[in-house]
T-cell receptor
Framework: ETGVTQSPTHLIKTRGQQVTLRCSSQ?????VSWYQQALGQGPQFIFQ???????GRGNFPPRFSGLQFPNYSSELNVNALELDDSALYLC??????????????FGPGTRLTVT | AQKVTQAQTEISVVEKEDVTLDCVYE???????LFWYKQPPSGELVFLIR??????QNEISGRYSWNFQKSTSSFNFTITASQVVDSAVYFC?????????????FGSGTRLLVRP
């Protein structure tokens, strides 16, 4: 148990729609990162939020956006869904940023299917 | 450019065999961190170990051991006397000290199947 929860567990959407995925971190975890894991591949970094500000972004288009809230929850929003967006979306939270000191705790993920 | 390569896509062993999962990384940073994660069928990534670039000491934790060699840019993971519960996908990951987000760069994973 990492104390990180994600909702929903599974989701099916149609191409062109918009989706919001949610993540709830442990209290005190001011850093949250989102990753996309396509089937059979390793997770790919989407972006990170640190104290409610975006702090780093991977190779994802602007239709992927996020928010982090003061209550240690966060959202990943994806607009204009494409078939290739079908993947497991993982959030990871941490009480700080440096890996020397802090570990990232991953949630169980949300499996998104776009048809 | 930063990169993590796990050349073994899938490994199948019989219970009690030893197995080594290979990981080769590329980075230009002198400060970096290496990780291994386990992903069971449930999907959640389980942290196994973290090493930083200044500590090449090998580590043993029960049946698990890790061999970090900067000279060959490798960070290999060995499971001794494998068990069926070790069946999972294992990911090696890199985080660079020069990146303020310390994002994790994952390899493509190695699927380990331990047969009874």
């Amino acid at each position: 148990e990492t104390g990180v929860t994600q909702s929903p567990t599974h989701l099916i959407k149609t191409r062109g729609q918009q989706v919001t995925l949610r993540c709830s971190s442990q209290s005190g975890h001011n850093t949250v990162s989102w990753y996309q894991q396509a089937l059979g591949q390793g997770p790919q970094f989407i972006f990170q939020y640190y104290r409610e500000e975006e702090n780093g972004r991977g190779n994802f288009p602007p239709r992927f956006s996020g928010l982090q809230f003061p209550n240690y929850s966060s959202e990943l929003n994806v607009n204009a869904l494409e078939l290739d967006d079908s993947a497991l979306y993982l959030c990871a939270s941490s009480p700080g940023q440096s890996p020397l000191t802090y570990e990232q705790y991953f949630g169980p993920g949300t499996r998104l299917t776009v048809t | 450019a930063q990169k993590v390569t796990q050349a073994q896509t899938e490994i199948s062993v019989v219970e009690k065999e030893d197995v080594t999962l290979d990981c080769v990384y590329e980075t230009r940073d002198t400060t970096y961190y290496l990780f291994w994660y386990k992903q069971p069928p449930s999907g959640e990534l389980v942290f196994l170990i973290r090493r930083n670039s200044f500590d090449e000491q090998n580590e043993i934790s029960g049946r698990y051991s890790w061999n970090f060699q900067k000279s060959t840019s490798s960070f290999n993971f060995t499971i001794t006397a494998s068990q069926v519960v070790d069946s999972a996908v294992y990911f090696c990951a890199l985080s660079e000290g020069g990146d303020s987000s310390y994002k994790l760069i994952f390899g493509s994973g190695t699927r380990l199947l331990v047969r009874p």
